[in-house]
């Protein structure tokens, strides 16, 4: 079942957008739960120079079958022009947790 699971990562630069952004996926069923860490530095290149801002991390609990409609919903709704979007596959884990996210996004 770990192989079904995947937590999928995008970032903020604004923490009521991350929490409209966590919320609006648990409860459209395309997350099971959400995660937002504390805010964090971030530096990268825009537009040929390099940039910093604070950021929030959000990191999505799903699935793999739910990972295309998650991902098309928060490019629709994600104010950045490219926002960051990642997978990392989930290898192992309690069963009873990994269950859970499949029953939740089902």
């Given at each position: 079942m770990a192989n079904e699971?995947?937590?999928?990562?995008?970032?903020?630069d604004n923490e009521d957008q991350a929490k409209a952004l966590a919320w609006g996926?648990?409860?459209?069923?395309?997350?099971a739960g959400v995660h937002i860490d504390a805010p964090m530095t971030a530096f990268y290149w825009w537009k040929g120079k390099v940039e910093t801002a604070q950021e929030w991390r959000i990191s999505y609990m799903t699935t793999t079958d739910r990972l295309p409609a998650l991902e098309a919903w928060m490019h629709e709704k994600h104010p950045y022009d490219v926002p960051q979007w990642i997978t990392l596959p989930v290898t192992g884990g309690s069963e009873a947790y990994l269950s859970w996210v499949v029953a939740e996004t089902a």
């Open positions: 699971i995947v937590i999928a990562q995008t970032t903020s996926a648990v409860e459209s069923k395309l997350a």
